[in-house]
C-alpha cells in the first residue's frame, strides 16, 4: 500500500511537471516567443550556442523544483530510498551536464546543417545525432555511473521515426526552420509537444519504444524527456527504456533511520 501511494505520488509530480512545461512551450510556440528573444542573432557559432545554452538553463531552472520534489522528497517521504541532498544534487547535476551538453551542441548541428541544406539538411543531422546518441549510450552510462540495459532496433526505429516525423512537419509551417536560432527554437518547441501524442501512442504499443522515443528526443532539445514518472527526478532512468514507475538506484542511499538522526 505505501509504494501504490509513492507511486501515485509520482504519477502527480509528473503530471504537474509536465503540464507547467507544455502550458509555457504551447505559449512560447503559438506567440512565438523565440522571435521576441533572440531576433535575427548573427554571429560566430560560439554565440549561436549560447543562446541554446540559456535556453537550456532556463528548461532545467524550471525543471529543478520538481526533480527535488520526485526524485529527493517523495522517495524520503514515503520511505524508499533517501539520499543526503547533496549527493542527490550531484548526481542531478552530473546528469544534466550529460544533457545540457548532448542538447545545445545538437541544436547547433541542427542550425548550421539548416543553414546550409534548409530542411532535408536538418531531417538529415536529426537522423545522424540520434544515431549518435544509441553509439554514446554505454560513454554516457559510465559518466553517469549507473547500469545500462540494451535498446534493441525493434525500440529506436519506431521512436526514432516519430522524431524525424515531427521535425519534417514543423519545419513546413511559416513560422518555423532551420536557418536562424529564432526559427530553429521555434520548431523544436513544436517537436517537444510532439512527443506528447508520440510518447502516448508508442506506448501503447510498447513501454520501451515509448521510453527510447524519449531519450532520442535529446536531439531536438526534448523537454519532455524526464517528466514521466518513472524519469522524473531519476537520473539514472533517462537512458534507459521505460521503467517501473518509482524505480530507483539505491547507491548513496542511506537507511531512514540514519537519515531521520543527522
Known amino acids: 500500500m505505501e509504494s501504490e501511494t509513492?507511486?501515485?505520488?509520482r504519477r502527480r509530480a509528473a503530471w504537474a511537471g509536465a503540464s507547467l512545461l507544455a502550458a509555457l512551450a504551447a505559449a512560447a510556440f503559438v506567440y512565438q516567443l523565440p522571435s521576441t528573444f533572440f531576433p535575427h542573432l548573427e554571429g560566430p557559432a560560439w554565440l549561436h550556442w549560447m543562446a541554446f545554452a540559456v535556453f537550456y538553463m532556463v528548461y532545467a531552472t524550471i525543471s529543478l523544483p520538481f526533480d527535488v520534489w520526485a526524485g529527493y522528497w517523495l522517495p524520503c517521504r514515503?520511505?524508499?530510498?533517501?539520499?543526503?541532498?547533496?549527493?542527490?544534487?550531484?548526481t542531478l547535476f552530473?546528469?544534466?551536464s550529460a544533457q545540457f551538453a548532448v542538447m545545445?551542441?545538437?541544436a547547433l548541428a541542427l542550425l548550421e546543417a539548416g543553414r546550409r541544406w534548409d530542411a532535408a539538411g536538418a531531417v538529415a543531422a536529426s537522423a545522424a545525432i540520434q544515431a549518435?546518441?544509441?553509439?554514446?549510450?554505454?560513454?554516457?552510462?559510465?559518466?553517469?555511473?549507473?547500469?545500462?540495459?540494451?535498446?534493441?532496433?525493434?525500440?529506436?526505429?519506431?521512436?526514432?521515426?516519430?522524431?524525424?516525423?515531427?521535425?519534417w512537419l514543423l519545419l513546413q509551417l511559416?513560422?518555423?526552420?532551420?536557418?536562424t536560432v529564432h526559427h530553429l527554437l521555434e520548431t523544436l518547441?513544436?517537436?517537444a509537444l510532439l512527443t506528447l501524442p508520440g510518447y502516448w501512442l508508442l506506448r501503447r504499443w510498447s513501454r520501451g519504444a515509448a521510453g527510447a522515443m524519449l531519450y532520442l528526443s535529446w536531439a531536438g532539445f526534448g523537454l519532455f524527456s524526464r517528466v514521466t514518472p518513472d524519469r522524473l527526478g531519476l537520473p539514472e532512468h533517462w537512458l534507459a527504456p521505460e521503467a517501473a514507475p518509482g524505480g530507483h538506484d539505491s547507491r548513496n542511499d542511506l537507511p531512514m533511520s540514519q537519515i531521520l538522526s543527522t
Open 78 to 90: 514515503y520511505q524508499q530510498s533517501c539520499r543526503l541532498l547533496p549527493v542527490y544534487l550531484g
Open 6 to 9: 509513492y507511486f501515485r505520488a
Open 104 to 106: 545545445t551542441l545538437s
Open 189 to 191: 518547441l513544436g517537436c
Open 132 to 167: 549518435l546518441l544509441l553509439l554514446i549510450r554505454p560513454m554516457l552510462a559510465r559518466y553517469l555511473g549507473i547500469p545500462l540495459r540494451p535498446l534493441p532496433a525493434r525500440l529506436w526505429v519506431p521512436a526514432a521515426a516519430w522524431n524525424l516525423a515531427s521535425l
Open 94 to 96: 552530473r546528469a544534466e
Open 174 to 179: 511559416p513560422w518555423c526552420g532551420a536557418g
